[in-house]
Structure formats: structure tokens, C-alpha cells
């Protein structure tokens, strides 16, 4: 069965200082990883995917099917970056019935 | 403005009382889908439907219903035989089932059973 892990709830970070939000994954085949993000009073929106290697918003997230791992991370963190965050798994071909983890709620102090 | 659309935001219900939120889209989308979302479980999928007049359960259907008689709406219904309804209730669409694109979702509509 496809599973999606967060570790930590909470995260609090200071502004300036990198950030890395924990995602791990459990899945036979070969996944597609999703990072979603709500801010607040806004809609859940897609932040990025391991399939288009972009960096959003100076966010980045490899995918490490040793340790089946897609880590988001930042190297300087804003206050604007306050958010919940979750990760998310699909089985091979696209975002159907997209998996999510319980998600991080990342803080960013002045 | 193009979008997914939620009625209503807010709803409080009696307990033995059935409900239906409302979701809209104008995307054209084919697929659209009903997560769940309480605090610290993240998000959980109830239904889907791939296309119009189809949909399937997902991890949490019991106690809810949903149609799907335009490829527009997809209405969901909490009924009162669902335990614990209260909760954040989110809608949302892709272009198509299998698509590697991007799943838009709706602001959400908060339930409270009183």
C-alpha cells in the first residue's frame, strides 16, 4: 500500500536559516512525488514535483529512491514561507488518487 | 475567472440531518475529487470520478454520497449515517484521469454538527 510520512507536525525555523521539511514515502513501483502547500486563508496549491526538477520559490525537493525520500528545502527561509505543507505520492502515470501525508506546519520567525 | 468553487464555506448541521456541499468548476476538467481534511491527519480521499456519470469510493466513503451528472459538479453528501462529520471538507479537479498535471482544489467548506 502507498504511504506518505511527515515527522514532524510543527517545524519553527528563524528567518535567514535553511529549512528542510521531511517527507518519506513507501511504494513498490516507481512514484511521483508532489509537494503541496496552504497558505493562510488561501487554497491548497501545488508547490512543486520531482518529475519537473524545478525550484519554486527557492524551494527544492529530490527524490532519493534509496532511502525513498523527497525532502523539501529552502537555504534561506522568509516569513512568507509560514505554511502547512504536504507532501504527496500518485502511483506511475499521473495524480490520481493522490496520497497525502498529514502534512508540516512550518513557521518562519522574524 | 476559471476556477473550483465551494458552497457553502460554513454549515452547521443537527445531528440525524443529511447535507450536501456543492462543488463547481469551470475548468473543463474531466476528473474531480472529495478529500477530507482534519487537523493532524492530513488529507484523506472519500470519492472520485473519472469522468461524468462515474465514481468510485475512496479510503473514507462511509457515510457519504455523491453524484455525478455533469462533468461541471460533483455534489457530496453527508449523510447522517457518517460518524464524525465534522470537519474540513475539500473539493477539487484535474484535466484528466492519469494526467502528471497539477490537482486544483476549491477554498473548502468547514461542516460543524451541533
Known amino acids: 500500500a502507498q504511504r506518505v510520512t511527515q515527522p514532524e507536525k510543527l517545524l519553527s525555523v528563524f528567518k535567514g536559516a535553511p529549512v528542510e521539511l521531511k517527507c518519506n514515502y513507501s511504494?513498490?513501483?516507481?512514484?511521483?512525488l508532489f509537494w503541496y502547500v496552504q497558505y493562510s486563508r488561501q487554497r491548497l496549491q501545488l508547490l512543486l514535483r520531482h518529475i519537473s526538477r524545478e525550484s519554486i520559490k527557492g524551494f527544492t525537493a529530490d527524490l532519493n529512491k534509496g532511502e525513498t525520500s523527497f525532502h523539501l528545502k529552502k537555504p534561506f527561509a522568509q516569513e512568507e514561507d509560514s505554511a502547512m505543507y504536504y507532501c504527496?505520492?500518485?502511483?506511475?502515470?499521473?495524480?490520481?488518487?493522490?496520497?497525502f501525508g498529514k502534512g508540516t506546519k512550518l513557521t518562519v520567525n522574524p | 475567472d476559471g476556477g473550483i468553487t465551494q458552497s457553502p464555506k460554513y454549515l452547521f448541521r443537527k445531528e440525524g440531518q443529511n447535507v450536501t456541499l456543492s462543488c463547481e468548476q469551470n475548468?473543463?476538467?474531466?476528473?474531480m475529487y472529495w478529500y477530507r481534511q482534519d487537523p493532524g491527519q492530513g488529507l484523506r480521499l472519500i470519492y472520485y470520478?473519472?469522468?461524468?456519470?462515474?465514481?468510485q469510493k475512496g479510503d473514507i466513503a462511509e457515510g457519504y454520497s455523491v453524484s455525478r451528472e455533469k462533468k461541471e459538479s460533483f455534489p457530496l453528501t453527508v449523510t447522517s449515517a457518517q460518524k464524525n462529520p465534522t470537519a474540513f471538507y475539500l473539493c477539487?479537479?484535474?484535466?484528466?484521469?492519469?494526467?502528471?498535471?497539477?490537482?486544483?482544489f476549491g477554498e473548502g467548506s468547514r461542516l460543524t454538527v451541533l
Open positions: 511504494y513498490s513501483g516507481s512514484p511521483e
Open positions: 470520478s473519472q469522468i461524468v456519470n462515474d465514481f
Open positions: 475548468l473543463n476538467h474531466d476528473a
Open positions: 477539487a479537479s484535474i484535466v484528466n484521469w492519469g494526467s502528471p498535471g497539477e490537482l486544483f
Open positions: 504527496a505520492l500518485s502511483s506511475e502515470g499521473g495524480s490520481e488518487k493522490l496520497v
